[in-house]
C-alpha cells in the first residue's frame, strides 16, 4: 500500500497498557484518517484529521486519542487499553474523491 | 444518516462465471459510491467510484458497478471471475456534507473456486 505507512504490524497488550500507533503518507495530502475493523462490521471511523494541527472525532473515539503534529505524521494513541479495543486498525490518506491505505496494525488486548 | 448494506456476508462463484457482489445506500441526496477490495493481511484498496455521470462504472481488474437510482443499488460485477478475485469487497459512501467521511459497509467475502 505505496504512500501510508503504519507501525507496529502487530502487537499484543495487557488491559490497561498505553501505546501509540504510528502513521506516515508521503504523498503530501491533507487529510489522514484512523479506521478500526472488526469482523461483520466494516470499518467505522476513529479520528480524522483535515489538515496539519486540526483533528475531529469520526464513529467510535471513546478510548483514543490522536496527534497531527505534522502533514506527514497521524498518530493514534490508546491510554488506557481495553479488550475491546481488539482489532485492526488502519490509517488513510484522502487523494481526489478516494482513500489510500496503510496494510494496518493488528491490535490485541489480553 | 447516510449508510450502505451488503446483504451477503459470502459470495460463492466458480472460476470464469459472472459475479455479482450487492450494495444498497441510503443518502438523502446524490450519492458518492465507492468499492474497496482487501485481501489478506492488507489495507483495503480502491476499485472504482461513482461521483455523477454514467451509470456503468468500469474500474480496476476488470470490474464495474452499475448505479441504479430506483432501486438504490450500487451492484459490483465482472464478467468472469478469477481465483485471484477472492478477497473481502467493501461499499462505502461519501458524506454528502462532510468529505472527510466515509460510510463503509460491512463486507462481502468473494470465494471464487477453480
Known amino acids: 500500500n505505496a504512500g501510508v505507512t503504519q507501525t507496529p504490524k502487530f502487537q499484543v497488550l495487557k488491559t490497561g497498557q498505553s501505546m501509540t500507533l504510528q502513521c506516515a503518507q508521503d504523498?503530501?495530502?491533507?487529510?489522514m484518517y484512523w479506521y478500526r475493523q472488526d469482523p461483520g462490521m466494516g470499518l467505522r471511523l476513529i479520528y480524522y484529521s483535515a489538515s496539519e494541527g486540526t483533528t475531529d472525532k469520526g464513529e467510535v473515539p471513546n478510548g483514543y486519542n490522536v496527534s497531527r503534529l505534522n502533514k506527514r505524521e497521524f498518530s493514534l494513541r490508546l491510554e488506557s487499553a481495553a479488550p475491546s479495543q481488539t482489532s485492526v486498525y488502519f490509517c488513510a490518506q484522502q487523494e481526489g474523491n478516494g482513500y489510500t491505505f496503510g496494510s494496518g496494525t493488528r491490535l490485541t488486548v489480553v | 444518516a447516510q449508510s450502505v448494506a451488503q446483504p451477503e456476508d459470502q459470495v460463492n462463484v466458480a472460476e470464469g462465471n459472472p459475479l455479482t457482489v450487492k450494495c444498497t445506500y441510503s443518502v438523502s441526496g446524490n450519492p458518492y459510491l465507492f468499492w474497496y477490495v482487501q485481501y489478506p493481511n492488507r489495507g483495503l484498496q480502491f476499485l472504482l467510484k461513482?461521483?455523477?455521470?454514467?451509470?456503468l462504472v468500469k474500474g480496476s481488474y476488470g470490474f464495474e458497478a452499475e448505479f441504479n437510482k430506483s432501486q438504490t443499488s450500487f451492484h459490483l460485477k465482472k464478467p468472469s471471475a478469477l481465483v485471484s478475485d477472492s478477497a473481502l469487497y467493501f461499499c462505502?459512501?461519501?458524506?454528502?456534507?462532510?468529505?472527510?467521511?466515509?460510510?463503509f459497509g460491512s463486507g462481502t467475502k468473494l470465494n471464487v473456486k477453480p
Open positions: 461513482y461521483i455523477t455521470g454514467d451509470n
Open positions: 462505502a459512501v461519501r458524506d454528502l456534507y462532510n468529505f472527510n467521511k466515509f460510510y
Open positions: 504523498m503530501n495530502h491533507n487529510s
